[in-house]
T-cell receptor
Framework: NAGVMQNPRHLVRRRGQEARLRCSPM?????VYWYRQLPEEGLKFMVY????????ESGMPKERFSAEFPKEGPSILRIQQVVRGDSAAYFC???????????????FGPGTRLTVL | AQSVAQPEDQVNVAEGNPLTVKCTYS??????LFWYVQYPNRGLQFLLK??????LVKGSYGFEAEFNKSQTSFHLKKPSALVSDSALYFC?????????????FGTGTRLQVTL
């Protein structure tokens, strides 16, 4: 059973370009979470999605950032017009679908390290 | 709002000695508590979690954690450290109630195990 997959593992963008980060959850998982880790800091929650729905986006910056989890295909975190402050490791996690069950463990992917030049 | 504190940036232990990595939390209602480990340039690996029941939780690689409700703590422990345990350890919390499923992480504790 493959784990959570993220690609690319490393992404370099120049200021003003767009960055697209992809996350494929574990098989059988339909909940996806995105977290950002700045250098020497812990992980900060960004957004929680289920298939075709954004459940909680309280951690997403108001501008330039968006996320989706379509019915088919991976979840995408999109950052438009990147700035140097966006440089960070972006981690995706997934958990299984269990209604009204808050005990699910989140399993993390290897992360995408974004560098903005 | 929930929060997690990991008061030590780094813990140094000699191989074979017991180790403790501290974590305290703040959350409305009952907590769900987690420990993850991160090796360099890797993602987070799940170690263990506390949901309910026995206050001593056993996890992967010989790690265990003790939930203490009165002290709002969830310290990670291992009876005998290995050099290969050297990594970054994160404590995380989720609230028991509501629909929030996000994890709130501490800032991490770097464990250094030396020969």
């Amino acid at each position: 059973n493959a784990g959570v997959m993220q690609n690319p593992r490393h992404l370099v963008r120049r200021r003003g370009q767009e960055a697209r980060l992809r996350c494929s959850p574990m098989k059988g998982h339909s909940h996806v979470y995105w977290y950002r880790q700045l250098p020497e800091e812990g992980l900060k929650f960004m957004v929680y999605l289920q298939k075709e729905n954004i459940i909680d986006e309280s951690g997403m910056p108001k501008e330039r950032f968006s996320a989706e989890f379509p019915k088919e295909g991976p979840s995408i975190l999109r950052i438009q017009q990147v700035v140097r402050g966006d440089s960070a490791a972006y981690f995706c996690a997934s958990s299984p679908q269990r209604l009204a069950d808050f005990t699910d463990t989140q399993y993390f992917g290897p992360g995408t390290r974004l560098t903005v030049l | 709002a929930q929060s997690v504190a990991q008061p030590e940036d780094q813990v140094n232990v000699a191989e074979g000695n017991p180790l403790t990595v501290k974590c305290t939390y703040s959350v409305s209602g009952n907590p769900y508590l987690f420990w993850y480990v991160q090796y360099p340039n890797r993602g987070l690996q799940f170690l263990l979690k506390y949901i309910t029941g026995d206050n001593l939780v056993k996890g992967s690689y010989g790690f265990e954690a003790e939930f203490n409700k009165s002290q709002t703590s969830f310290h990670l422990k291992k009876p005998s450290a290995l050099v290969s345990d050297s990594a970054l350890y994160f404590c995380a919390v989720r609230p028991y109630t509501g629909t929030a499923s996000k994890l709130t992480f501490g800032t991490g504790t770097r464990l250094q195990v030396t020969l």
